[in-house]
DNA sequence: GATGAATGAGACTTCATTCAT
DNA sequence: AATGAATGAAGTCTCATTCAT
């Protein structure tokens, strides 16, 4: 490490080393996908090895660390759509979750990245329940209320979950292809469209 | 016995080695996920270290191999579904593809399991094109001909490919998160119904 | 390593690698007291770090293996000079046992050496009792059987274990301190006359 | 306040801060025996890592300055002692310096306790004779004297300073194996009305 | 002078790969 | 061709020391 580079570092407030550190191995998880060394992390962060160990015990807690600040931030934008959304036509409502998703994955790519997506990742070991898990469970009130009010077909209640579910994982991957900045359409209102009407030629 | 009987049988017998040491990374990457040990594969394969090294020239080239394998097996499968219902209606066809795709994914459970499973696997340096990208093309091959003979609504012929590949991706995951034996619904032909018609209530 | 320093290592058998170790460590403990590094054992055993991970699981395992390898070996010594002088008077009982200590520690001189010698040492995780509780119950068993003979003054029997433990120490220490080899009086029988006799000048 | 007073202030306050380092260090190693930290002294002494070293080069330093201190202290007891006792009876001496050492100890256990016990430590690199040197080189001016007083046997004249060396060595271990503020009984005069009696029955 | 975050050499450990038998 | 002990590069983590504030 230069010396710029150094005093760049120094200059930076305690809380920001650790923002710093995070970013940067958010970063490192994005281009190499896995094998992320601590080495690199640092390098990326613009300090030494050591540094890392100041803030987190171990690389399993600073991949904890990401994987559940992801997780949260997800949660208050899932309970943030569900609360607007509140009373509103199950349209309407996965139609907003959609784009809610997209917003939250645009602003976290990085770390959304790193096979946290969908499953339990095995460097959890924070014992959470893993994105999805909440994000289903949302989904599941909204059709069961959906259900109630008469707006969806009955007869295929039980594989709505496991569609939801599916284009939810198909958004995670979309955003995932894309490059940073790219221009995306509007998938979510033509998604939540199709899957009301169906494919159907009339 | 002549010298080339002999080495008909030396190449038998190599090949079943070969396989067998398939089969035991194949077990050992389904049960440990990651961290796949080239001293585990040997153990579960019951032969030595060395040996694995006789038929791969690399950790790498196993992998590899393994991956290639299953890619070839599924695209077998896959142009199988293709000429099995050339010329039939899209939703038999696509309920015909799926329920091609949980037979192959129960045959190859282990295999598939390596994170193998949608895109072109890191440990994969073979430039092939992972098998999704295999089984879109088929998907699109499809749905351009459905739309040809109107059996499918125009407008959202941008986002069909998206959600049959979404469709199929669940499809892996479920068989994934299935024990062995476990016994499915027939997910396939529900599926295809409610993509045609839609969930909105009559 | 070179070529025929590695040559000799491979045509050694498999259980006197492991002596091999363990004798390199004890070679290296007697030259550098702390800081045993692992590097230097294998530099010693003229092989590489990671064989010593073959036989030993880490670092703490192959020192508690030392500890417990002298261990054993001094109860071995204690035992046969209890069962040796079963019947006999004190003072040829102590004598006998300073004599046996004397051998086993010019045999076992590297591993005793170790820090090893009066204290449960921190690197020793066995939970086995120290070597020196094992002499001390010894002696004071045979204290014990002098006082009910009445060749021993009761009213310091407080203090009889406390000062033959103290020459027992103090014979760790003078071999600790000659070098291999050198020649040594025989203090076991003087320390236990003056011990029988006092300093007392009539 | 003029200049000179002013440093003298300095000094002391920075003399002060320098004892309240040794004292914290001796703390710490009182607590932790091995593996003493730089860090926990600064903590235990309530200042920051980097004080350590505005008052010690090293840790190295440090740690000498710690045993370089108990020597000298050793030294000035001992030398009382020896003052206190000039022309008396050799129990009576002996006894005097055992009742010292065990008050000298009591009141530096801590940094008694660092294995600095009897060895030139390791981590000694004053080439200072070591503590026990110096009781040694006491002790046997004292025999010697007792000697030609004929107030001891001369026929075991080479085995006295090895047992009385014992002694104090075993003098150190109990105080060591004491904790703080426990009650011990008068090891001192037994210890040395057995020396001279010895153990025999009448 | 005090501070303590940053540093990085150095120790431990793992595991893909080699090669003598 | 099979074996598996030996290898050592590479990764994780620790902690004495530095230095800008």
Redesign the pocket.
Known sequence: ?N?T???Q????L?ES?REAILEAAAAVILKTKT??????I?AE????????????????E?MDTITQKRRSAAEAYIRQSQADTEGMQISSRLRHLFQTLFKFLEKHRAVTHHSLTFKLSQDDASGQPPLIAIVNEYVLDLLQTALQHQEIRPEYMDIYPLVISAYIKEIFAIVAEQEEGDKMPDYSTRLVELFMKGAQAS
């Open positions: 490490m010396k580079s150094k005093n570092l120094r200059t930076r305690k080393t094998d992320i060394r601590m080495e690199d640092a962060a613009g300090v030494a090895i050591g540094t890392l160990y100041n803030y987190f015990t171990s690389r399993q600073l």
